[in-house]
C-alpha cells in the first residue's frame, strides 16, 4: 500500500498517520492546514479549491477532509458542500486518472432516518440535516464513477485523544467543571432515563480498521460501496457519563430533559464483520486513554 490521506492533520487523520507508520505503510499527508507535528511527506492544499498533486505510485486514497461549519448552515453552506462534497468528487477523479486502486470516504452515521433500533446500511437517509445531506449527496455522487473502487465508511462516535468539541469532550468538561449531563429520555419508554445510546468508537481503532479495509480492497473486487464502522458495544449518556466521573474520582450529577429523544445511533457492524477483523478497544480503557491529554 501506498497511501495519501487527504485531511490527514484532522483528529481521524493523525491516528491514520501513525497506524500505517506503525505497519511501516509508506503515507503521504494533505490538508490545508499545516501545525508543529506535520511529518515531511505532507503538502498544502485546499481540496475545497484545488486538486492535490498526488506522489507517484499512490494507490490508496483516504478522504477524511471535513468542514469545520459543518454546524454552521446556511452561513457556510459554501464550505461544507464544498469540502465534504465538491473537494471528494476532486479527489475521486484525480484518484480515477492516476489508477488509484482504492479510495475510502469518511462517511457518517447521521446519514440514516431516525430510529432506536441497529441501523443497516440498506436503511433510509435523512434529509433534514445539512451535515448528513452533504455526505448523502457525496455518497451518491461517487456511486456515479463505476471505474473507481471506493468504499464509503459511515463512522459511529468517533472520539479519543486531543479531540475537541464533540460528545465526549463536552461531557468530560461538564463533569470537570460540576455542571449537570442532560439525559433525554426514550419516548417510548419514559422510565428510561439512561439517555441517548451511541456506538462510540475509539479512533485508534477507527484507523485500523480503515487500514485493514483499504488492503482488503487492494486485493479482493467484492468490497461494498457503503459499510458502517462502530464498536459493537453501545454505550448510554450515563454509562459514559459515569464512567469517565469514576475516572476522574468525581460524582456526576444528571438532569432530565423535558422532552424525549428523536434516535439512537446504533451501528449494525454485521457487513463489516464480513470484510474486516474487528477489534475495539473496551470503553473504559478508551476513556483512560483520552483523559491523560484531556485539558
Not at 419508554?189 to 475509539?202: A, C, V, W
Amino acid at each position: 500500500m501506498n497511501a495519501v490521506i487527504i485531511g490527514s492533520t484532522g483528529f481521524i487523520g493523525r491516528s491514520l498517520s501513525r497506524e500505517l507508520a506503525a505497519r511501516h505503510l509508506p503515507s503521504f499527508g494533505i490538508d490545508c492546514l499545516a501545525d508543529q507535528h506535520t511529518p515531511a511527506n505532507f503538502a498544502l492544499c485546499d481540496i475545497a479549491r484545488d486538486e492535490p498533486i498526488l506522489p507517484d505510485g499512490t494507490d490508496t486514497i483516504f478522504y477524511l477532509a471535513q468542514s469545520p461549519h459543518f454546524r454552521d448552515f446556511p452561513l457556510h453552506a459554501d464550505n461544507l458542500f464544498a469540502v465534504n462534497v465538491v473537494g471528494a468528487l476532486r479527489a475521486a477523479d484525480l484518484a480515477r486518472r492516476s489508477g488509484v486502486r482504492a479510495f475510502i470516504y469518511a462517511s457518517t452515521g447521521t446519514v440514516y432516518a431516525h430510529t432506536f433500533e441497529p441501523m443497516r446500511e440498506d436503511q433510509p437517509f435523512r434529509r433534514d440535516n445539512a451535515y448528513a445531506l452533504s455526505k448523502i449527496h457525496a455518497e451518491e455522487a461517487l456511486a456515479l464513477i463505476p471505474e473507481l473502487k471506493t468504499c464509503c465508511v459511515r463512522l459511529f462516535g468517533v472520539f479519543g485523544p486531543g479531540q475537541q468539541r464533540m460528545m465526549v469532550p463536552t461531557i468530560i468538561s461538564r463533569i470537570k467543571q460540576s455542571q449537570p449531563v442532560t439525559l433525554e429520555p426514550h419516548p417510548f419508554h419514559p422510565e428510561d432515563h439512561e439517555g441517548l445510546r451511541i456506538s462510540l468508537t475509539y479512533v485508534d481503532d477507527v484507523a485500523r480498521t480503515l487500514v485493514d479495509l483499504a488492503q482488503h480492497m487492494l486485493s479482493r473486487n467484492d468490497t461494498p460501496l457503503r459499510v458502517n464502522l462502530a464498536s459493537d458495544q453501545p454505550t448510554s449518556i450515563r454509562t459514559m457519563a459515569q464512567t469517565i466521573a469514576s475516572r476522574l474520582g468525581l460524582s456526576p450529577t444528571f438532569t432530565i430533559a423535558p422532552a424525549p429523544r428523536a434516535t439512537d445511533y446504533i451501528a449494525d457492524i454485521t457487513l463489516m464483520r464480513t470484510i474486516c477483523p474487528l477489534r475495539f478497544t473496551p470503553f473504559a480503557d478508551a476513556i483512560n486513554a483520552t483523559l491523560e491529554l484531556h485539558a
